[in-house]
Each structure stands twice: as C-alpha cells, then as structure tokens.
Nanobody
Framework: QVQLVESGGGLVQAGGSLRLSCAAS????????VGWFRRAPGKEREFVAT????????YSTDSVKGRFTISRDNVKNTVYLQMNSLKPEDTAGYYC?????????????????????WGQGTQVTVSS
C-alpha cells in the first residue's frame, strides 16, 4: 500500500511561484507513474501533469505548459510540481496520484481512472 502526502501549497499573489511536493511511503514508488490533478470549487477534477517512471517523459495540460514543471526524485520517493507565473485561475486543491499500470510507466497517464493511489491534497490559492 502506497501513502502519498502532498505539501507546499499556500496563498500566493498572481505571478508568484510555489513548489508542491508529493512524498510517498510504502510500495515501490520508483516504479509508478505519477500525476498531478486539481479541483477548483464547483468544478470537475482536472489533469495537470504526469511523469513517467524514469522521469524522462512528462506531459502537462495546455493551460499550464511553460509555467508548471513536474519532476521526480526516485531516491527520495518524491515528485514535485514547480509552479511559476501563477494565475488566479490556478486556485484549486492539488492532488498527486500514483499509477501502477504498465501502460503508464513509459509516458505517464492522463486519466484519473488510471491511478491507484491518491493523496489528501494541498490547497493553492492565488490572489489577484
């Protein structure tokens, strides 16, 4: 069983930066693809970014490309989401997820149903 704990959220002004962390315990985290998702009040959960097992391949949604970067440190069992140039519309609860499916290993996965383990989330609030 894998436990995921997100941290690094907070209140920031528009244009600012935050780095979210997703720390894992249990299981073999280094063999799982990882994704970040977010949910804003009154909205559906939204895919943000994903990273392959090796960390060599990443993919992010268009609205964050060029601003957010996903990375991982398999020694520390941690995945990061560096968020720059934050906008008020980035305000949401951010959740990391780990996926064990083999088809996710090479390039990560986009759909939330592909993920087996989820963290409790960390809140990001961007003021204008």
């Amino acid at each position: 069983q894998v436990q995921l704990v997100e941290s690094g959220g907070g209140l920031v002004q528009a244009g600012g930066s935050l780095r979210l962390s997703c720390a894992a315990s249990g299981g073999t985290f280094s063999s799982y693809a990882v994704g970040w998702f977010r949910r804003a009040p009154g909205k559906e959960r939204e895919f943000v970014a994903t990273i392959s097992v090796s960390g060599g391949n990443t993919y992010s949604t268009d609205s964050v490309k060029g601003r957010f970067t996903i990375s991982r440190d398999n020694v520390k069992n941690t995945v990061y989401l560096q968020m720059n140039s934050l906008k008020p519309e980035d305000t949401a609860g951010y959740y990391c997820a780990a996926g064990t499916a083999e088809y996710c290993s090479g390039y990560g996965c986009y759909y939330s149903l592909d993920y087996d383990y989820w963290g409790q989330g960390t809140q990001v609030t961007v003021s204008s």
